[in-house]
């Protein structure tokens, strides 16, 4: 029986980790080869990653929300299905023959294998007798603590295998934590609330309720138990009921009328500082799906002072929030102005982190040059019809913007290279990102790969199957790493111009204009200098001037103006 793992791939030359978002396959289930097995995210893409066999799932080994380095196994396949299958219940009969269950210390010393045994077998609940530790889950290289928002179940609570038990937060990422086992959630050792470091025991799973004495959420545990400092700390949480004010206004629901969730501890927060529940509705949710975080409603509360709880409730002070998608709020500022904040999904994000480090990175410099793309007009229109008709596919201006660039940087290789400290390293291969937009969420550049070696057909068919992947979230991960030159067509929308901003760690970006109609001067070998009606292009080059210098910039353009203005109108495109 062959063993595959699975491995966090490689998105691009300056990606060294990933995130799994989400698992599209569970432990035992039967996975074709090709198909989605998960979601993972970076700084730059969200992908599904195809299964590299087929086969059955066995262990999942990276847990949704887990972030890790690149070559990192994250699952293990089994290559020969039928073994597998069979394989996966075998130690279900143990608890029947042996009914004694070993003392709880045991298991305890092992809580890594028990977790495993119950992933793998996919048993409807642990062995009697035994439990599954749960810890706080490793959510990155550089996070080393989190914090419980909200438990989704109580103890003596019934949970299924990989049920959501609890959300947790980091300074990077808020995220549920599915239930490695299943079974009765017997134990909570982390209320609501508390920071606790990576690997802390966090609940206890088993095959039976807990015995009546065992502490529920918010009691106080047995002197000298585990659990007593961390009972002390919440206790001198807002959530306690004998915190609360007289100017209490009543218990908070669960949900709104909207559907927005509030967590237990949220909740408590607002019933003892007297917040009402038109109150909270008001406050912009930095959390998961927009939910109102301890950190927001803390922040409206500094906001609103000492003002009665009574009054409509101002609007709620931009919150230090982690990075994930919020909902649009409406309110007032100081000034009496009125405004609208809209929290920035998570592809923004991601891209003003990128723009803003590639500023700081690269002395950028742009140059431009006007080009008379009157033959590729007339090239194109002459050749579209028949071209559609025989490849299937539209033919654009992108194919030709492209090749034009091969060209340029065949005859410029710096512009073709990246900065590595004090050195250059110079690129062999030509490999061309198109900026391709996804609706007003923002710009993918996925790149086609040895460009340099594609005639105008296979550069059209190429550009053709990137747009339409990256449009439909289809791109596979190689196919947004490695370019060392970028091309973005700003002219499709209709903009002159623009100065781009380098996509790291290349060295240039190209960028076309809109294509538009004027009366120019051109020099007639019969009559001397005409005006007469040409189709016109301003194209700007941004470049590293670390290594590139004006000189090196506008010799670039000119290359390229020349691959343009060359083309002949009459060639037959093959």
């Known amino acids: 029986m062959a063993k595959v793992e699975v491995t966090m791939p490689k998105m691009g030359e300056s990606i060294t980790e990933g995130t799994v978002i989400e698992w599209l396959k569970q432990p035992g289930d039967t996975v074709e080869m090709d198909e989605p097995l998960l979601e993972i995210g970076t700084d730059k893409v969200d992908t599904e990653v195809p299964s590299p066999n087929a086969g059955v799932l066995s262990e999942i080994l990276v847990e949704a929300g887990d972030t890790v380095e690149v070559g990192t196994a994250i699952a293990i396949l089994e290559t020969d299905a039928d073994d597998a299958s069979d394989a996966a219940p075998e130690p279900e009969p143990e608890p029947e023959s042996e009914p004694e269950p070993e003392p709880e210390s045991e298991p305890e010393s092992e809580p890594a294998s028990a977790a495993d045994n119950s992933a793998e077998t996919g048993p409807a609940a642990p062995p009697s007798g035994k439990r599954v530790e749960v810890h706080m889950p490793k959510?990155?290289?550089?996070?080393?603590?989190?914090?419980?928002?909200?438990?989704?179940?109580?103890?003596?609570?019934?949970?299924?295998?990989?049920?959501?038990?609890?959300?947790?937060?980091?300074?990077?990422?808020?995220?549920?934590?599915?239930?490695?086992?299943?079974?009765?959630?017997?134990?909570?050792?982390?209320?609501?609330?508390?920071?606790?470091?990576?690997?802390?025991?966090?609940?206890v799973i088993g095959s039976e309720k807990a015995p009546d004495s065992a502490p529920a959420p918010g009691s106080a545990p047995a002197p000298g138990s585990a659990s007593t400092s961390t009972a002390k700390a919440a206790a001198?949480?807002?959530?306690?009921?004998?915190?609360?004010?007289?100017?209490?206004?009543?218990?908070?629901?669960?949900?709104?009328?909207?559907?927005?969730?509030?967590?237990?501890?949220?909740?408590?927060?607002?019933?003892?500082?007297?917040?009402?529940m038109s109150e909270l509705k008001q406050i912009k949710g930095s959390g998961r799906e927009g939910r109102v975080t301890k950190a927001d409603l803390m922040a409206y509360l500094e906001a609103r002072g000492s003002a009665p709880a009574a009054k409509e409730a101002p609007a709620a002070k931009e919150a230090p929030a982690r990075p994930s998608a919020g909902v649009a709020s409406t309110g007032t500022a100081a000034s009496g102005e009125r405004v609208e904040v809209v929290k920035m999904d998570r592809m923004r994000q991601i891209i003003a982190e990128h723009m803003t480090r590639s500023k700081a990175t690269s002395a950028h410099v742009t140059s431009f040059a006007e080009i008379d793309v009157t033959n590729l007009v007339r090239l194109r229109e002459t050749n579209k019809e028949a071209f559609q008709a025989r490849e299937g596919i539209k033919l654009t201006y992108t194919p030709f913007f492209v090749q034009a660039a091969v060209q340029a940087l065949k005859d410029h290789p710096i512009l073709n290279s990246s900065?590595?400290?004090?050195?250059?390293?110079?690129?062999?291969?030509?490999?061309?990102?198109?900026?391709?937009?996804?609706?007003?969420?923002?710009?993918?550049?996925?790149?086609?790969?040895?460009?340099?070696?594609?005639?105008?057909?296979?550069?059209?068919?190429?550009?053709?199957?990137?747009?339409?992947?990256?449009?439909?979230?289809?791109?596979?991960?190689?196919?947004?790493?490695?370019?060392?030159?970028?091309?973005?067509?700003?002219?499709?929308?209709?903009?002159?111009?623009?100065?781009?901003?380098?996509n790291q760690p290349q060295v240039a970006i190209l960028a076309t204009g809109a294509i538009k109609k004027r009366p120019v001067v051109i020099e007639d070998p019969d009559m001397g200098d005409v005006i007469a009606v040409r189709h016109m292009m301003v194209v700007s080059l941004s470049y590293d001037h670390r290594i590139i210098d004006g000189s090196m910039g506008s010799s670039f353009l000119r290359s390229y103006t020349d691959a343009l203005e060359g083309l002949d109108p009459d060639t037959e495109i093959q």
Not at 161 to 172: G, H, N, P
Request: hydrophobic share 40%.
């Open 419 to 502: 900065v590595d400290g004090d050195s250059i390293v110079y690129r062999k291969d030509i490999h061309i990102g198109i900026a391709v937009a996804i609706g007003t969420s923002g710009l993918l550049a996925p790149v086609i790969r040895d460009a340099g070696q594609r005639n105008l057909t296979g550069l059209a068919h190429a550009a053709a199957d990137l747009a339409t992947r990256a449009r439909s979230k289809q791109l596979l991960p190689d196919q947004l790493a490695g370019g060392t030159f970028t091309v973005t067509n700003v002219g499709s929308l209709g903009s002159i111009m623009g100065t781009p901003i380098i």
């Open 139 to 203: 959510m990155g290289e550089s996070i080393t603590e989190g914090t419980v928002l909200a438990w989704a179940k109580k103890v003596g609570d019934d949970i299924e295998l990989d049920e959501t038990l609890l959300e947790i937060a980091t300074d990077k990422v808020d995220t549920e934590v599915p239930a490695p086992a299943a079974g009765v959630l017997q134990e909570i050792c982390v209320e609501e609330g508390e920071t606790v470091e990576v690997g802390t025991l966090i609940a």
């Open 236 to 276: 001198e949480t807002p959530s306690q009921p004998a915190a609360r004010p007289s100017e209490s206004v009543g218990p908070i629901e669960r949900t709104d009328d909207e559907g927005r969730f509030y967590s237990p501890l949220v909740r408590s927060i607002a019933e003892a500082e007297g917040v009402s």
